[in-house]
Nanobody, 124 residues
Framework: QVQLVESGGGLVQAGDSLRLSCAASGRTFSNYRMGWFHQAPGKEREFVSA????????DYADSVKGRFTISRDNAKNTVYLQMNSLKPEDTAVYYC?????????????????WGQGTQVTVSS
């Protein structure tokens, strides 16, 4: 089993930046593909970004390309999401997730482990 804990959310104004962190348990963090998802009230959980086991391959939702950057530090068992130029539309609970399969997927149901989420609120 893998435990994931997100942190770094908060209340900011449009145009500001935040960096989210996701700390993972265990000593096999590098074996997992990692993703960030978000979910706003009344909406389905949506893909935001993902990164492969080594950090060499990344993917982003169209809505965040050019603004968000995903990275990982396997020595620290941590994945990050740097969020710049935040917009009110980014307001949501952000979740970190881990995928065991070697294949690439941006579908929430295909991820095996999830954190509890961290709230990001962006005011106009």
């Amino acid at each position: 089993q893998v435990q994931l804990v997100e942190s770094g959310g908060g209340l900011v104004q449009a145009g500001d930046s935040l960096r989210l962190s996701c700390a993972a348990s265990g000593r096999t963090f590098s074996n997992y593909r990692m993703g960030w998802f978000h979910q706003a009230p009344g909406k389905e959980r949506e893909f935001v970004s993902a990164i492969n086991y080594s950090g060499g391959i990344t993917d982003y939702a169209d809505s965040v390309k050019g603004r968000f950057t995903i990275s990982r530090d396997n020595a620290k068992n941590t994945v990050y999401l740097q969020m710049n130029s935040l917009k009110p539309e980014d307001t949501a609970v952000y979740y970190c997730a881990a995928r065991v399969s070697r294949t690439w997927s941006n579908i929430p149901s295909s991820y095996d482990y999830w954190g509890q989420g961290t709230q990001v609120t962006v005011s106009s």
